[in-house]
């Protein structure tokens, strides 16, 4: 029973284009999401994170948007560049809980 | 430089073998995880450890053993009775049990495990 669902294996954009990846979640208890990106062959690193208070959190060039209603998160990547080429997971944690539920991994590549 | 080594970077194990792979972080962390990474399928939780000399179990335990007798290391053990160990396994720690408000989870760079 996936908790946290990333539908979208994979996903190609033009560069200078807006990337748009998303994730979709079950568990009405989650009350953070995180965005974390994985390169090959290495451990994923931190993106961004919303809390579930909000519906909205910027950090330069990423823009994760929550629609809590829908248990819907995306995040938006503008402009992409062909260093964003990753695989980006959608995780979620809810208070009191010492794990983070992850989706699949959507795969971006960003074409020159 | 603070960070969370793993090693090593590819293990092969024989059957009916047992192996261990190795997670050190020297960033102070209280708390350390085990994931697993198969393809098509998210990070999946083996053993988490918030403090020194206790851990528990995650989502997919069976098979694996850990110990948490220092600070700064995580190893975990993948037994011959985990009948499907090929996997990424990644190691990650966090500055104190999860919350809403500590989110972060820093992650080592995995061992490749694959079946001989």
């Known amino acids: 029973d996936q908790q946290v669902k990333q539908n979208s294996p994979s996903l190609s954009v033009q560069e200078g284009r807006i990337s748009i990846l998303n994730c979709d979640y079950t568990n009405s208890m989650f009350d953070y999401f995180l965005w974390y990106k994985k390169y090959p062959a290495e451990g994923p690193t931190f993106l961004i994170s919303?809390?579930?208070?909000?519906d909205k959190n910027e950090d330069g060039r990423f823009t994760v948007f929550l629609n809590k209603s829908a248990k819907h998160l995306s995040l938006h990547i503008v402009p992409s560049q062909p260093g964003d080429s990753a695989v980006y997971f959608c995780?979620?944690?809810?208070?009191?809980?010492?794990?983070?539920?992850f989706g699949i991994g959507t795969k971006l590549q960003v074409i020159p | 430089d603070g960070g969370i080594t793993q090693s090593p970077k590819y293990l092969f194990r024989k059957e009916g073998q047992n192996v261990t792979l190795s997670c050190e972080q020297n960033l102070n962390h209280d708390a350390m995880y085990w994931y697993r990474q198969d393809p098509g399928q998210g990070l999946r939780l083996i053993y988490y450890s918030q403090i020194v000399n206790d851990f528990q179990k995650g989502d997919i335990a069976e098979g694996y053993s850990v110990s948490r007798e220092k600070k700064e290391s995580f190893p975990l053990t993948v037994t011959s009775a985990q009948k499907n160990p090929t996997a990424f396994y990644l190691c990650?720690?966090?500055?104190?049990?999860?919350?809403?408000?500590?989110?972060?989870?820093?992650f080592g760079s995995g061992t490749q495990l694959s079946v001989l």
């Open positions: 995780a979620a944690l809810s208070g009191g809980y010492q794990k983070v539920t």
């Open positions: 919303i809390s579930s208070i909000k």
């Open positions: 990650a720690s966090s500055i104190a049990p999860l919350t809403a408000t500590n989110e972060k989870l820093f």
